[in-house]
Each structure stands twice: as structure tokens, then as C-alpha cells.
């Protein structure tokens, strides 16, 4: 795999953490779970997990784990959406990378922000 292929890799696996839906995975709601009372069934407030089988790969991807306790509790981690966004911003220059604190000729403090950008694959970086 080429070093181009390997970073648009990276990318579109951050993108798919950062940009993730819950709602692709479970649904919740007033109606989901079913009960039978003396009067028929009624439905009542409750979570159901998505079958795998419809989920995208992106939101596959999203998923840390899942797991379901013996007495049928199911709990869904999702991998951190802040990092993979932060990582993301991070790789467009989307953020300031370095801050310095200066001092100006009559003391007062400024603060001066320096964007170090990395020109896109395999190139020098520079700096603005």
C-alpha cells in the first residue's frame, strides 16, 4: 500500500468516528419495547439495537464494542467522536498548532499564534 493510500486511509477512518450517528445503531423512543398487559399489548418507552446486517460500513466502523450482560442488558460503545474530530482538524490546519505568549515594547502581553501548516502528502511543511 503506497504512503498516499495509507493516509487516505487514516483519513476516512477518522472521518467515519468523527461523522458517526447513534441513530444508525439503536433506536429509541416511546413505542419500541412491547408489553402485554390485561388490555392487549402496549407499547412502552425503550432502546432497541439495529440488526448489524443494515449497518453501513462507516458506522460499523464507528463502534468500539458491544456487549450484552446476561440478563439481556446490551450496552454500545462508540469510539471518541471528540479525538477523531480534533484529529481531523488537525490534519486540515484547521486550528492553530502552536501559541506563544510575546511581550510588547511598553510590557503588555500579547498573544501571537503561530499556524504551522503541512503541505499535503510528503512535501516540505512550512509555516505562516
Do not use: C
Not at 462507516?58 to 450496552?75: C, E, K, L, V
Not at 484547521?94 to 503541505?119: C, H, L, N, Y
Amino acid at each position: 500500500m503506497a504512503n498516499d493510500d495509507k493516509i487516505d486511509r487514516v483519513e476516512l477512518e477518522l472521518a467515519r468516528i468523527a461523522f458517526s450517528d447513534m441513530r444508525k445503531i439503536v433506536r429509541w423512543g416511546p413505542d419500541i419495547a412491547k408489553k402485554e398487559t390485561l388490555d392487549g399489548i402496549e407499547g412502552v418507552p425503550g432502546v432497541e439495537l439495529l440488526p448489524s446486517d443494515t449497518m453501513d460500513d462507516a458506522t460499523a466502523a464507528s463502534i468500539q464494542s458491544i456487549s450484552q450482560t446476561a440478563d439481556g442488558r446490551i450496552t454500545v460503545k462508540l469510539h471518541d467522536k471528540s479525538s477523531a474530530l480534533i484529529n481531523l482538524g488537525k490534519h486540515y490546519g484547521m486550528w492553530p498548532s502552536k501559541i506563544a505568549a510575546i511581550s510588547t515594547d511598553d510590557g503588555e502581553a500579547v498573544t501571537q499564534i503561530e499556524r504551522v501548516i503541512f503541505v499535503e502528502k510528503g512535501r516540505k511543511k512550512s509555516e505562516d
